[in-house]
């Protein structure tokens, strides 16, 4: 057995930590296009295809070039785009901040824990960095920013998922290896980057990505669970469990570098 001990946890945000997409970063979107006259509205199917890329201004082109096209848009569109994006942030932590969006189930009983049990917390995701502090500030409070030994977010690697660039940049930043360890995903796109950078990895699913392909997942669970409301099981092995916690993540970890 390899010499590691578990020292850290990291947490992708968007459907993870919370189920933002439908509610949340959608309806952020269709807010900013209405602002600019701009004559979209991005139904819940649709998303669903635009969550393909990571990346609201990324995710605004794709759309462009493989779904609305540019008949309806301004000239300019491109040019545009990070002016739009930037009022599609305004939007989306206005809403955050009614409390539109709360924590999925055992996101705070497993972060409290981890804190319990020494464990180092981190944040590797594709979104806005003001979205990671306005999600945290309105649900567990603004001192959980403290929590984070790293929050990497959104334009602070050229690359973002599926590309492994995210998990590096964090792992570096807390002077940690991969199979020191654990990541927390919900997507393809999330794990595939994960595990580009060589991170074992447990899977909690979504409405958007309850059908994705988790191949090499420690387990992929329906969520975290509380005790009075057991995680269902999807793949992989959660040691009889019936919410994730320290031992659990003690075990999965030890099994993962053995
Ligand atoms: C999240 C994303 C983000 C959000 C929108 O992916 O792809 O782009 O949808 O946020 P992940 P921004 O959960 O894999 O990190 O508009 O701020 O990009
Ligand atoms: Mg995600």
Not at 18 to 26: L, P, S, Y
Not at 54 to 71: A, I, P, Y
Not at 118 to 131: F, H, I, K, M
Request: glycine residues 8%; aromatic residues 8%.
């Amino acid at each position: 057995m390899k010499n590691t001990t578990l020292k850290a946890l990291i947490f992708d945000v968007d459907g993870t930590l919370a189920d933002t997409e439908r509610d949340g970063h959608r309806v952020a979107f269709n807010a900013a296009f209405r602002e600019y006259g701009i004559d979209w509205d991005w139904d819940v199917e649709l998303y669903g295809k635009l969550l393909a890329v990571t990346g609201g201004k990324e995710r605004m082109r794709f759309c462009v070039s493989n779904f609305l096209g540019n008949d309806n848009l301004p000239d300019n569109f491109d040019d545009l785009i990070p002016e739009l994006h930037a009022a599609k942030t305004r939007h989306y932590t206005e809403l955050l901040a009614t409390g539109a969006i709360p924590l999925r189930p055992g996101v705070e009983r497993l972060l409290h824990e981890a804190r319990e049990n020494g464990l180092r917390l981190a944040v590797a995701t594709t979104t806005t960095p003001e979205n990671v502090t306005a999600l945290f500030s309105h649900t567990l409070g603004e001192e959980s920013l403290g929590w984070f030994d790293i929050i990497a977010a959104g334009d602070v690697v050229p690359a973002k998922k599926p590309a492994g660039d995210i998990y590096n940049y964090a792992l570096e930043a807390m002077g940690l290896r991969p199979e020191e360890c654990l990541a927390f995903e919900d997507s393809r796109n999330g794990i595939l980057s994960s595990q580009d950078a060589g991170l074992t990895t447990l899977i909690t699913v979504n409405g958007y990505t309850q059908d994705d392909d988790f191949s090499g997942a420690a387990v992929v669970l329906d969520h975290l669970g509380e005790p009075a409301q057991p995680f269902n099981v999807l793949a992989g092995d959660a040691h009889g469990h019936s919410m994730v916690n320290c031992e659990l993540l003690e075990k999965i970890h030890a099994k993962n570098n053995a």
